[in-house]
Nanobody, 125 residues
Framework: QVHLVESGGGSVQAGGSHRLSCAAS????????IGWFRQAPGKEREGVAI????????YVAGSVKGRFDLFEENAKNTVYLQMNSLKPEDAAMYYC??????????????????WGQGTQVTVSS
């Protein structure tokens, strides 16, 4: 069984950088994709970035393109979300999630099978 644990949330000043971590256990080669989502109060959940397990990025939201990066450290089974040039509108609860269905790897699908508990990011202006 797969478990995801996010960490790294905190308060950041606008314009700054921050990195979130997602430690995954139980991953197999049959798990197509893993990604980061976020949800701010009163707003719908938004896909931020998604990648193939052990592979390349498959989706990046337009709102973060050029500012956020998603990468994996295989030896640690950890996926990171590097956030640069943060804006107040980036403040949200950030979740790591994975899914076995390739159709979910390209954005637009939010019903991923496995989710972490989330980590809060606050951006002050």
């Amino acid at each position: 069984q797969v478990h995801l644990v996010e960490s790294g949330g905190g308060s950041v000043q606008a314009g700054g950088s921050h990195r979130l971590s997602c430690a995954a256990s139980g991953l197999t080669d049959t798990t197509p994709c893993i990604g980061w989502f976020r949800q701010a109060p009163g707003k719908e959940r938004e896909g931020v970035a998604i990648k193939w397990i052990r592979g390349g990025i498959t989706y990046v939201a337009g709102s973060v393109k050029g500012r956020f990066d998603l990468f994996e450290e295989n030896a640690k089974n950890t996926v990171y979300l590097q956030m640069n040039s943060l804006k107040p509108e980036d403040a949200a609860m950030y979740y790591c999630a994975l899914d076995y269905r390739p159709s979910h790897c390209f954005g637009g699908q939010h019903d991923f099978i496995t989710w972490g508990q989330g980590t809060q990011v606050t951006v002050s202006s």
